[in-house]
């Protein structure tokens, strides 16, 4: 899956520079445009956010049986706290298939995604992983596919949670033609909040950075067009 002509030794010494990456033409383009499609038309995403300091989720069967009342106490509960720079709001999809209820979903081409997450996770990837980042202890990924939509955001964070192992984290860009007034930018943060720079989602770009880089992705505007797609998680030190 991965783009053979990468130069792992030369990326190495660029990430070397701030423990952050962008590697650009990441998945041969066959399988990055099949991933794209696929995220698009068959993936049933379920909406992830946090309402007081409490992660929830609600699945795509859930939401479809709230009320617009229902949804607008959610949207401004959640806003409430990331009115104090705490949350998040985007549908996600994880490895687990606990999800894989919609009678909408193309089986074969969510199949084809969990394959995806079995390869970020295979001895291949984690060996690439490890070779740019010299994290040798790096031994799995965790992962999951992401869309922001109008609304959606990530407030200012660090990835550092006990017991996790995280080490470094990734987002796998799966979105074409995205134009910046949109948001839905990687924002970096020095520690005392001032902003630092943005990475643009761009499409079939893996940017990798170290789990002690502050950072957020931007509110996405309600005149975005279209989603921002990505496969995001963490290469991992597990036991």
Not at 138 to 157: K, M, N, V, Y
Not at 190 to 200: F, H, Q, V, Y
Not at 232 to 238: L, P, Q
Request: some cysteine; hydrophobic content about 40%.
């Amino acid at each position: 899956m991965i783009n053979p002509d990468l130069d792992i030794d030369s990326l190495a010494n660029a990430y070397k520079l701030d423990k952050r990456l962008v590697i650009k033409n990441f998945l041969k383009p066959e399988v990055a445009e099949r991933v794209r499609t696929a995220c698009q038309s068959s993936v049933p995403f379920s909406v992830h956010y946090v309402i007081d300091d409490k992660y929830q989720s609600k699945s795509p069967v859930e939401v479809n049986k709230m009320s617009a009342r229902e949804k607008q106490t959610i949207y401004d509960r959640v806003s409430a706290s990331a009115s104090q720079g705490v949350g998040f709001l985007y549908d996600g999809y994880l490895r687990s298939r606990a999800e894989k209820t919609s009678a909408t979903t193309d089986v074969k081409e969510l199949d084809f995604l969990h394959s995806v997450f079995d390869y970020i996770d295979s001895e291949n990837v984690i060996n690439i992983i490890k070779s740019i980042t010299g994290k040798q202890d790096i031994t799995a990924a965790d992962s999951q596919f992401t869309r922001f939509t109008s609304g959606h955001f990530l407030t200012r964070h660090l990835d550092v949670v006990p017991g996790k192992g995280r080490r470094i984290a990734f987002v796998l860009g799966l979105t074409k033609n995205w134009h910046p007034d949109w948001g839905g930018l990687l924002q970096f943060y020095e520690k005392n909040g001032t902003p630092r720079d943005a990475w643009m989602p761009q499409f079939n770009v893996l940017s990798i950075f170290e789990v002690s880089h502050i950072h957020a992705v931007t509110y996405i505007a309600p005149y975005a067009t279209e989603p921002r797609l990505s496969l995001t998680g963490w290469f991992v030190a597990k036991a």
